[in-house]
């Protein structure tokens, strides 16, 4: 308690590392941009070299300059170089304080604390970065947390936790980015081969679609596996911890209060291995790099992701992992908006094929184009309707006391479980076939880690679907008469912190 | 409590807006269709493109002249302690429950063309998106805003003595 303490009562500066950072960053920007010229142009290299000079004499003022103090109400940042600033973040808006660990803070043995508030304003970037040695890091962190959780956070060990294998770390490079990204790239790997076996000096083709496939997968999938590489998920108390990172360390932790929703992903070569992930909508986190959300769980076999689902996220369980699917008669409506679609297109792309004659004058190209343009007509029809058979089939809802779930996704699917509270506004719809039926459709705010996320419904029965927004009311309705009781009666108030504690 | 309507006066302000619209995309399909004939060349080899041209602007027409008064007829929307619940649509009917709770922000806007019939808009931000009471006459927006900005003090003043 006592370095605690300290840290309190003391104002301190980020570790020059900073500095080194902020120069390396600079460095490689403005040397990308110029390096092309050095040769012809020496005095180009000169120039750099004397911004270069300029701007870490900057960045070494600029951290001299910068203090960080933490008061009883907040952490306060203050600059005080050209441009002044005073910024107080009061430790009640703080979500989470991660900590990461780059190439140079392993090289200078320092830890980037980022702090993050609760505000869709701010959900992608930090509200403030803290790089410090990695001692006095620890000691901030445990103090922050102690001011935000009235608690201090403790740590998991190193035998605490769910762990994954290499071979599902593989397996979550592989396959858990869309199918329709791996089957493109499979449809390129299959052309690359076929025109290597049987076409005659067709090496540069063979050569172009590997750079495809190697563009378009195996580099984002290498970059996923280095990323969650030593995959670490643990619970204390209300507290997840997640850590994982092969060249950049990540760490973060987050009350289980701080989850607007679970959603489980199954992309369809997920399905085939039977295995699937879980994402997570947590808000105040910044993990939001390359539109990837928080994972509790990378691919495993679905009994593992249970396995997670019950140890981690107890809360977000309330049903056997299967909704109820979009009434037959769903498919009226779906059918009307499908047929108002191919009226437009239909008669569009078939008016085209008659007439392509005045367009293209190459008999070859003519005979392509008559040939492709109904082609591509029958592909959208039944593309069109294979949607709707398996829009009723598999889109899915279900509606609990405190949660709600609903599935989307035909290829990749997803069961987003989501709970009342964090519902931001509601909306219900349907249109002229819909309303004959009695059906209607749903879409969900949500504040989400990459901002505003809306989550929508197949059709269902207005009835069924007015149960969300009701629902929401009542427990808002619920929770806010609880607050007013405990305020009047402080017997009760002190019951009512007890519980919450 | 009763859901409310909006005011008669809302409809003349909608046929501006639409007639204005109307006239834009209008302008928009004819353009295309003569940069159309330019790249395409002779246009008498597609006769229907014009005629599809010409049933899109009637259509447009015809949809912007009934617009107003169905979404006239169908606006409803009503404020409790607890939600602000607005039922709205002309095809598809939507029904946006927004709680009180959740509202962070309370805007009254005007454009040029509700003010020039008295008329503003109130938007109302929560962190996961922003929903509007359209069409009301300048005061009634006021008296709505007031009445959400009370709604959400009393709902902060029961947040902070419970913290």
Known sequence: MNEHS????????????????????????LLSMTIWFFIEQPQVAIGVIVVIALLTAAFCWRWYRTLIELTDEGMIIERNTVFKLKRTIPYIK?????????????IFGTVSLKVNINTSTNVLAPEAVLTLKKEFAETIRETLSLRIFDREVTEPGDDEGITFSNTELVLHGLFSMSSYQTLFAIAVLVYAVIVSLFAEGGLAGVLLALFIVLTIHMVPAIMTMIRFHGFKVSRIGDTIHIKHGAVQNYKTSFEISRINAVRIRRTFFARLLKSAYIEAEVVGISAA??????????????SSVRNVMETIVPEFIYVPYETKKQPPASKWPMLLNAAVVLAAILPALGYLSLNIDHIVYDTEWIAWAQTAIPTVMVIITAGVLAGIYYSIKLRGFDIGDHMFTFSNGILDRETSIISYGKVQIAETGAGIMARRLGLAKCNISLLSTLGTKKIGSGYFTEEDLKRIPDRML???EYELSCKILTQNDPKQKEAHS???V | MEYKRLDPISKRAMYLENVISAVILSVIIATAIIFSAEYIGDLSYFPLMEYAA???????????????IVFYNRYRYIITDDCIDVRRGVIIIRRTVVPIERVHQVEVTRGPILNAFGLAEVQVTTAGGVAKIQYQK???????AERLNALINRMVRVMRNDE
Do not use: G, W
């Not at chain 2, 010409?54 to 107003?68: F, T």
């Not at chain 2, 300048?138 to 709505?144: H, K, M, N």
């Open chain 1, 6 to 29: 300290e840290a309190m009562n003391e104002r301190f500066r980020n570790s020059a590392t900073v500095v080194v950072k902020n120069v390396a960053t600079t460095a490689a920007i």
């Open chain 1, 94 to 106: 703080i979500a989470s304080i991660n900590a990461d660990r780059s190439v140079i803070d392993r």
């Open chain 1, 289 to 302: 790099k390359n539109d990837q959300r928080p994972l509790i769980c990378i691919l495993c076999k679905m």
């Open chain 1, 474 to 476: 009542e427990l808002l």
């Open chain 1, 498 to 500: 007890d519980a919450r």
């Open chain 2, 54 to 68: 010409i049933a899109m602007i009637a259509l447009i027409v015809l949809y912007h002249s009934i617009e107003p």
């Open chain 2, 138 to 144: 300048l005061d009634e927006a006021e008296e709505v």
